[in-house]
């Protein structure tokens, strides 16, 4: 997906609560295969393009439906949800391809939740760091 600013991302979704009965609450996870994928789709093309799994997006959006009481549950209420933002270059290098809240939080991703209305902010930043992030990699390469 596209940014109103430019920048790439891809975006995940996760809640407390599911849209099959269940008893209580389950634990947020998100799962993020493609994040050292060597192609990507090209909208544009209609086709899938091969690129270095660094530079296939430059942001993750891990977004999550915080209601945990059922009559409450209005998800397209953004007020019911939080985001976690975090640059794709450092996703890569934790080598994994799920997470869950409190991974997110702590080092090394450190991200902070934020809510609806900070969102394009924190994309901003998080695609201005992955993109510094490239810049001391080709600095330190050469």
């Not at 997906?1 to 947020?28: C, D, V």
């Not at 934790?94 to 090394?108: F, K, M, N, T, V």
């Not at 969102?119 to 993109?131: F, I, K, M």
Request: net charge negative.
């Amino acid at each position: 997906m596209g940014f109103r600013h430019g920048g790439r991302f891809e975006a995940k979704a996760a809640g407390y609560l599911q849209s099959w009965t269940s008893t209580s609450p389950t634990t947020p996870r998100w799962s993020f295969k493609s994040v050292d994928a060597s192609s990507c789709w090209d909208a544009k093309k209609g086709v899938y393009e091969s690129v270095e799994p660094s530079d296939r997006v430059d942001a993750w959006v891990f977004a999550l439906q915080t209601c945990t009481e059922p009559k409450d549950y209005r998800p397209l209420d953004v007020r019911q949800w939080e985001f976690w933002v975090v640059p794709h270059r450092r996703l890569l290098k934790l080598g994994q391809h799920s997470i869950g809240i409190r991974a997110l939080e702590a080092e090394p991703v450190a991200a902070a939740a934020v809510s609806y209305d900070d969102l394009d902010l924190a994309v901003r930043t998080a695609v201005e760091v992955n993109a510094a992030a490239g810049e001391a990699a080709l600095d330190g390469a050469s």
